[in-house]
């Protein structure tokens, strides 16, 4: 409890009340995941937008998971003067399960400080004989960690924690080089005057860390990256609109601009041995990223000079935040019902089965298109039941399995180099006839077209894709007759092409942002 931000004590006093009150009382969850929950919406630091999980395909780290959380969505470059600094009264994480029962046995906590340079004071200048505080983040050109023109010291701490995340097993991750738990966040890019290289400034933040009870060193970065999912997302979200002669055509994959190119996104990024990560001989790991804010929050009155905030928060962590499978709450989950998921955790996903086997969005594409009689009919949808909640048999689908909605990956299958992997991942392969298996729903990698795929998926192109030699392991979860669409439904797209976003060639993966000044 931080009561040094305090100086009236009767507002520590009111806190006190009010979360002990509620440390016994039943926990409200709010949720978020791409703007799509109500609540997200007032809270964007804490909002998780992206979640990738893949073999790592950079050259000599094919032994490696890489694991990338992205939060604060539509980032625009030029959002001065603060930008985009994470919330160091929020607990972001990533949790792995490596046994199918969906309960978290590993997860990666990161916690955010934001410090003030100067013991507090921020970066002065002397005018008139006085020394009077900037009012910018920068006082000058940054090209390396701990730069002096840099107003705000931006760090954090990674802890993994074993067992329940609450009550665990708890230890820091250690920095390789001098054996330190902080590491420094890079500032988010400004422009080009203030950092002329910032893919040069932004490596010096990859740092190699030591992982308890690993014995094989991995790494992690945490600071801004450009998006690198893309999206016709104004079209989408109005009724879909667009020419069906448009979006069933494969010549037109990418006829339209990505609408949120340009945009960053804050990452947090870990590259963990898959020997660390898997347990009991089965090399299939789910995962999900999160994100909680404490119960209780009082704003100060009378805010003090040197701190970066002006609240104060106590109690319980509670989850507003919840990402695994990309779309599920957006598209999936029902209005209702978007704050309770991202609140939930994965072993009670059973109360929202009805929305994955009886979904609404392939009838809601049915009516924007002016298709009628085009929705699949194979009720339950077994087939999107295999892809979202259990795995694929012999793909990524644990010996034991709870189902409940994370990405799942199989670590024994090997990564496939950038130029060969298909951008329809595993179902792209299928019918090209390509051996990849390494792409989404076996994990999710960055060229991964997840929009199509989920709009091949929802209309019953995994039925299909399946057929008669059962090359997806559905059996009898599959009748391809129950598929209108037929054959069409691999045509399904939404005119932008995500396999041309500017991607790096290894760790962390996603290219250097978009600076607020060329």
Not at 180 to 203: C, E, H, L, Q
Not at 421 to 428: D, E, F, K, M, P
Request: aromatic fraction near 8%.
């Amino acid at each position: 409890m931080h009561t040094a931000r305090f100086r009236a004590a009767p507002v520590v006093a009111a806190l006190l009340a009010a979360t002990a009150g509620l440390a016994t009382a039943p926990t409200t969850t709010f949720a978020s995941s791409h703007r799509e929950a109500p609540f997200i919406t007032t809270a964007p630091k804490v909002d998780g937008t992206d979640f990738y999980m893949f073999r790592s395909y950079e050259p000599g780290r094919d032994g490696y998971v890489t694991l990338i959380a992205n939060y604060q969505p539509l980032q625009h470059p030029y959002g001065g003067p603060n930008y985009f600094k994470m919330d160091p009264d929020a607990l972001y994480e990533i949790h792995v399960d490596n046994n199918g029962d969906a309960r978290e046995d590993l997860t990666f906590q990161f916690r955010f400080k934001n410090r003030l340079a100067n013991n507090g004071n921020g970066v002065t200048l002397s005018i008139g004989g006085k020394d009077v505080a900037i009012p910018l983040t920068q006082a000058g050109q940054i090209t390396s960690p701990g730069s002096t023109a840099s107003n705000v010291d931006e760090s954090y701490t990674v802890t993994l924690v074993r067992g329940d995340r609450r009550g665990g097993q708890r230890a820091a991750l250690t920095n390789v080089s001098g054996g330190g738990t902080s590491f420094p966040k890079p500032v988010d890019n400004i422009g080009t005057k203030t950092i002329p290289d910032y893919a040069g400034y932004a490596a010096q933040h990859v740092h190699g860390v030591n992982i308890p009870g690993c014995g094989m060193p991995g790494k992690v970065f945490v600071g801004q990256r450009k998006d690198a999912f893309a999206v016709n997302l104004g079209t989408i979200f109005d009724l879909v609109n667009a020419p069906l002669s448009v979006i069933t055509n494969p010549a037109l994959i990418g006829a339209a601009p990505n609408t949120i190119d340009g945009s960053n996104v804050t990452t947090l990024a870990l590259e963990v041995h898959k020997s660390c990560l898997t347990a009991g001989g089965d090399p299939v790991i789910g995962g999900w990223t999160t994100a909680s804010l404490r119960q209780a929050r009082i704003l100060d009155p009378t805010p003090r000079a040197g701190h970066q905030t002006t609240d104060f928060n106590g109690g319980a962590w509670v989850q507003v935040s919840r990402l695994g499978m990309p779309l599920v709450n957006e598209v999936v989950i029902g209005l209702k019902d978007k704050d309770r998921f991202n609140g939930s955790q994965p072993r009670n996903d059973t109360q929202f089965a009805d929305y994955v086997t009886n979904p609404t969005f392939p009838k809601l594409l049915e009516i924007a298109l002016g298709i009628p009689g085009t929705s699949p009919t194979n009720f339950p949808r077994l087939d999107l039941v295999t892809t979202f909640l259990t795995g694929i048999g012999g793909v990524n689908k644990p010996a034991n399995v709870t189902p409940s909605e994370m990405l799942r990956l199989n670590t024994d299958i090997e990564p496939v180099p950038f130029a060969q992997q298909n951008r329809l991942g595993i179902v792209g392969a299928i019918l090209a006839g390509q051996s990849d298996r390494a792409g989404f729903p076996n994990g999710r990698r960055p060229k991964d077209d997840i929009v199509d795929i989920s709009l091949v998926a929802v209309m019953g192109g995994l039925c299909v894709a399946n057929g008669n030699s059962d090359a997806l392991g559905f059996g009898a979860a599959c009748n391809p007759s129950a598929v209108p669409l037929g054959t069409t439904a691999f045509n399904l797209h939404d005119a932008v092409d995500q396999a041309v976003v500017p991607l790096l060639p290894g760790f962390p993966y996603l290219a250097t942002p978009t600076p607020g000044a060329q």
